[in-house]
């Protein structure tokens, strides 16, 4: 049972362009979370999904920040003109349906580099 | 909305000695208590949990207690051992979300 699959793992990104982060649950899984963890601080919550719906995108910026998680196909977090102050580690957890607040797993993340 | 508070930040034992770590929260619905290990540069993991029903719970070397009353709860790691080293964290889910919120991490340093 292959775990959480994020990629890429790496993304080093111009000021200004967009970066997709592709995010794959675990099979059985339809909850997915994505966390993101600025150098040496903790992780914050951005957005909660399920299958074609937010649920929770309390954490979520309000600019330039978006996600999805389509029928078919991994989660995606966008973030459009990035800047600096996007460099981060991006993580995303997910849980399965039967069970709603149960351990979450994490993906290896992908690390943001905006140069 | 839940805010959880974690202490200390950095925490340094000798080998053998214990550590402890204490994380408080706001949301009284919150039912849900992971602690997670994160080693740098890698995902954190998940090393313990207890839900809102449950006042202690140990899993070998590692213990978890729960004051519901105070809304605070402690990660005990009796017998350090060097590879303990990490970043450790608290989080708290808000009553059936499933979101998790973090404290701000303690740095374990066990010295050899």
């Known amino acids: 049972n292959a775990g959480v699959m994020q990629n890429p793992r790496h993304l080093v990104r111009r000021r200004g362009q967009e970066a997709r982060l592709r995010c794959s649950p675990m099979?059985?899984?339809?909850?997915v979370y994505w966390y993101r963890q600025l150098p040496e601080e903790g992780l914050k919550f951005m957005v909660y999904?399920?299958?074609?719906?937010?649920?929770?995108e309390s954490g979520m910026p309000k600019e330039r920040f978006s996600a999805e998680f389509p029928k078919e196909g991994p989660s995606i977090l966008r973030i459009q003109q990035v800047v600096r102050g996007d460099s981060a580690a991006y993580f995303c957890?997910?849980?399965?349906?039967?069970?709603?607040?149960?351990?979450?797993?994490f993906g290896q993340g992908t690390r943001l580099t905006v140069v | 909305g839940e805010n959880v508070e974690q202490h200390p930040s950095t925490l340094s034992v000798q080998e053998g000695d214990s550590a402890v770590i204490k994380c408080t929260y706001s949301?009284?619905?919150?039912?849900?208590f992971p602690w997670y290990k994160q080693e740098l540069g890698k995902r954190p993991q998940l090393i313990i949990d207890i839900r809102s029903n449950v006042g202690e719970k140990k899993d070998q070397r590692i213990a978890v207690t729960l004051n519901k009353t105070a809304k605070h709860f402690s990660l005990h790691i009796t017998e350090t051992q060097p590879e303990d080293s990490a970043v450790y964290f608290c989080?708290?889910?808000?009553?059936?979300?499933?979101?998790?919120?973090f404290g701000q991490g303690t740095t374990l340093q066990v010295k050899p």
């Open positions: 949301d009284s619905a919150s039912n849900y």
């Open positions: 099979k059985g899984h339809s909850h």
């Open positions: 999904l399920q299958k074609e719906n937010i649920i929770d």
């Open positions: 989080a708290a889910s808000p009553s059936n979300t499933g979101k998790l919120i």
């Open positions: 957890a997910s849980s399965p349906l039967d069970r709603v607040v149960t351990e979450a797993f």
